[in-house]
């Protein structure tokens, strides 16, 4: 050790663990601004506002190429009552959607016990068996069709990863604008951001994706001459098959069964104006 001119020890400088950056944080706020206001997009129907940054066809291009993968390790069925019926339903609906971008709409049937059905983008549709005892009938497949047609048509998988996107981003600059703290600190600012995010921002965005396709495949439906008063039955009917008591609404992805039902009596005076205009009855 060096001695000083006075006879005591130079002290070793101590390094402190800085506090918040703030520059990342501003630096993601503006890039944030400029990325959102520069990639809107309006949802037919609703009218809302969305975040899109992609084409429609780049879209249709990643649907395609996940749709031919699921039904490569799926056991589709080539044929029959049921197969005709799916596509009928669905060309049916595809022609009174609004704003149409051009999709191939394609339906299959998968032979499964899942009680499920998904549209991917570009039109890609599917319905496995295992949710045909559940609609029952023409019109309970109707209102599953129209709300997963819905979810193509709103182009929810290319909002979803534009939303994504920026969380990625904004996790990044989060890292670094709590970089300079202790390890111990970071780690509980970066768990309580990640909790904060999923349950504030990813699971109500998800839930409100939902609601929106089952607005709008109401609606489809009813123009499509199918009976609207089908879908609460038909989520009362998910209810049951369920069985036991489903996860609080505000863990899930999804409404609960409850508050379908709900806003499906909200909107069914809409829907049954709308199918009388074009039907007749």
């Known amino acids: 050790m060096r001695m000083s001119p006075f006879g005591s020890r130079r002290s070793s400088p101590v390094r402190k663990r800085g506090g918040l950056r703030l520059w990342p944080i501003v630096l993601f706020g503006i890039f944030f601004v400029y990325y959102y206001f520069s990639h809107q997009e309006t949802v ?17 291009t ?32 595809a022609a009174v959607v609004d704003d149409d971008p051009g999709f191939q709409w394609e339906y299959n049937v998968i032979q499964s016990d899942q009680a499920n059905a998904f549209a991917l983008p570009g039109g890609k549709v599917a319905v496995y068996t295992g949710i045909l005892p559940i609609v029952e009938n023409v019109d309970g497949l109707s209102a599953v069709m129209g709300h997963e047609i819905a979810h193509a048509i709103a182009r929810h998988g290319a909002e979803r990863m534009a939303y994504q996107k920026l969380m990625q981003f904004g996790t990044m600059a989060a890292g670094m604008a709590v970089g300079s703290m202790d390890v111990q600190t970071q780690r509980m600012v970066m768990g309580a951001l990640g909790v904060g995010a999923q349950y504030g921002v990813l699971l109500p965005f998800s839930r409100d994706h939902e609601s929106e396709a089952d607005y709008m495949g ?40 409850e508050t379908r ?21």
């Open 62 to 93: 990643l649907g395609l190429q996940s749709y031919q993968q699921i039904l490569s390790k799926s056991q589709v069925v080539r044929e029959g009552e049921v197969v005709d019926l799916v596509r009928d339903i669905g060309r049916r609906i």
């Open 44 to 60: 037919s129907i609703t009218g809302r506002k969305q975040l899109v940054d992609m084409t429609p066809k780049q879209e249709a």
């Open 218 to 257: 109401l609606i489809y439906l009813a123009r499509a001459c199918f009976d609207p008063t089908e879908a609460p039955r038909l989520w009362q009917r998910m209810g049951k098959a369920g069985g036991g008591k489903a996860p609080s609404e505000f863990m899930s992805t999804h409404p609960s069964h």
């Open 261 to 281: 039902i709900r806003q499906f009596k909200e909107w069914m005076p809409q829907a049954l104006k709308i199918r009388q205009q074009n039907c007749g009855a």
